[in-house]
């Protein structure tokens, strides 16, 4: 207890708001300023207790493992137990790699599962209940790093996040408004009341102590105890008294893997991203060489010519992403080719600033001899100079809706992000195809993107987002706000974002923030313009090491996304 109470005066002393503001030597209006740490999260309580790991002497990987758990805590939406995730991380020496702990489709699932009897897909059943739950790898994820590289124990990394669930977390308005929002269908889809269909109110204080046992028994018997555990155990039964199909053989054969990230230069930065089940790292790749012949910093930011020439090249790179892209260890992906010069440069041939090019015009590249908007991103960079950007999530709000009560969490609805029926959307409009078919023991194709940006061969930028689809736009937008615009972090953090995926055909902007001329001159070039849909854009929470070595955190404005560096 007494550490307990030493570390929060600690992280207390060393905290900011992202309200709050630095002016630095460059004079820029900056976000918050670490001289040797930093982490941004979506919840305050999740960043501050992942620097609290920092403070004890702990590293990122501590500080990872911490972040997760307690954003599993604070921020039912998206963090989890019953999830998985991407890892990128960069050691202080320039090591580089990546770890895949998304979810994976049960040994009894099949290719059509979601089709009525007529073959047509029924999207209720892949997005809401117990067949939309994907083996669940968060448990696995932590683990997988914390033996790897972990340098505390974890039951001492695990001490602030029980004490969080025992103790409660403040809801905050924008929870308030969440829960509001799903509070009946949380009761239609669990047929009764749980914890979370409560009636709360912002400054109301929630406590979770299922889930605070469930983190009791992990610290004590580590991953084995989600897998094969009691945990496991109950986990199986709820999901089988309700019909799903996951087994205990499902979750005690999860593991996570390693893997190489994507790494793409652009303009003279390394961009590292994630790797396939990811489709981030390849897709954000292809944009930016898309982009890269094109003076944008003379065009200017969210110009004319701007927006079209990254509309273009993402509308390409989406359709490429349908066709090619699924889980690396079921299909072949052709990654060398997809980013390479040549290929991509071809790819934007037929654009002209003269008019749009309609999507029905555009397919996915011919490659010789040959495929959630409820997210959350969390970036740490530790006195040591090591960094870890990482993506986690459920897929929809709360996932599946499914509550495990004697458990404390929420289960995912990954499953929705496999191809119900090839050319049929997902929930987020996306289409896919054979290579992100159904089949048992599969990990579905994703958008997360965790980054981490090089400059000169050193650590330049350590970004990601929540978003669904418009995750890999967010983080590509963020990127040339920095490295084309020269915005500060919290800058090109806040700054207005669009978005185009190829299907539907429409150029997504944020309401009110793009001038009304700048809209009609889209149109009159034949771009579809939707600012009527106010679903935000990503929340990106990123950190940029400045000039004079020390760090600056962007967490993004649009919702409770906290920086706290020291």
Known sequence: MKRLLLLAFLALQFSCKTSETHKVEDQKIRGEIGEHAMVVSAREEASKIGLSMLLQGGNAFDAMVATEMALAVSYPFAGNLGGGGFMVYRKANGETGALDYREKAPLKASRNMYLDEEGNAVPERSQVGELAVGVPGTVAGIFAVHEKFGSLPMEQILEPVIALAQN??????????????????????????????????????????????????????????????????????????????????????????????????YQGYSVISMSPPSSGGIVMGQILKMIEPYDIEKFGHNSLKTIQVITEAERRAYADRSFYLGDPDFVDIPTQFLTSVEYLHNRMKDFTFEHATPSSEIDHGNIPGYESMETTHYSIVDQQGNAVSVTTTLNGAYGSKLYVEELGFFLNNEMDDFSAKPGEPNMFGLLGAEANAIEPGKRMLSSMTPTIVEKDGKLFMVLGSPG?????????????????F???????????????????DEVVFEPKLF??????????????VNERNSRILGKVDAILRLPNGSLEGGADRRGDDTAVGY
């Open 168 to 265: 409660g977390f403040v809801i905050s308005e924008n929870q308030q408004k969440t829960l509001e929002a799903y509070q009946e269908m949380f009761i239609k889809v669990n047929k009764d009341t749980i914890l979370f269909a409560g009636n709360f109110s912002a400054g109301d204080t929630l406590r979770n102590v299922q889930l605070a046992r469930t983190l009791e028994r992990l610290a004590q018997n580590g991953k084995k105890e989600f897998y094969e555990g009691k945990t496991a155990e109950i986990l199986v039964d709820y999901l089988k008294e309700r019909g799903g199909i996951i087994s205990l053989e499902d979750l005690s054969s999860y593991e996570a893997v390693w893997r190489k990230p994507i790494e793409i230069d």
């Open 468 to 484: 669904g689809s418009t995750i890999i736009t967010s983080v590509m937008q963020t990127i040339l706000n920095v490295v084309e």
């Open 486 to 504: 020269d915005m500060g972090m919290q800058e090109a953090v806040n700054a207005p974002r669009f978005h185009h995926q190829w299907y539907p």
């Open 515 to 528: 001038d009304k001329e700048l809209l009609d001159s889209l149109r009159s070039k034949g771009y579809q």
